[in-house]
């Protein structure tokens, strides 16, 4: 049964700084692709940041993120991060991670996963 679960999530200021994590059970994360996504109030859940499985290798980011949020696996803890750097209080929202079998490029579309986590909630603000 797979199953992902999303921590690292709080209150900091505009330009600070976060690490979420994503842990997997009930499967080698490796081999899957892991999506993060967030949602703020009263706005659609989007994508923000993917990591493909090693035999594709592809990562991509949302353009409001490209430069300051960073994605990687730790295969040794069954783990994907998401480190953001330069936060603004845009960024604020419910973050999520998502994963699905039977694929191995990862996508931003919310569509294509079909195991989620509760979400971490992450402010940005003074």
């Known amino acids: 049964h797979l199953q992902v679960v999303e921590s690292g999530g709080g209150l900091v200021q505009p330009g600070g700084s976060l690490r979420l994590s994503c842990t997997a059970s009930g499967f080698i994360s490796d081999y899957y692709p892991i999506g993060w996504f967030r949602q703020a109030p009263g706005k659609e859940r989007e994508g923000v940041s993917c990591i493909s499985s090693p035999d594709d290798g592809n990562v991509f980011y949302e353009d409001s993120v490209e430069g300051r949020f960073t994605i990687s696996r730790d295969p040794g803890k069954n783990t994907v991060y998401l480190q953001m750097n330069s936060l603004k209080p845009e960024d604020t929202g419910v973050y999520f991670c998502?994963?699905?079998?039977?694929?191995?490029?990862?996508?931003?579309?919310?569509?294509?996963?079909?195991?989620w986590g509760q979400g971490t909630q992450v402010t940005v603000s003074a």
């Open positions: 998502a994963t699905v079998e039977l694929m191995r490029r990862c996508t931003l579309f919310t569509g294509l996963y079909d195991t």
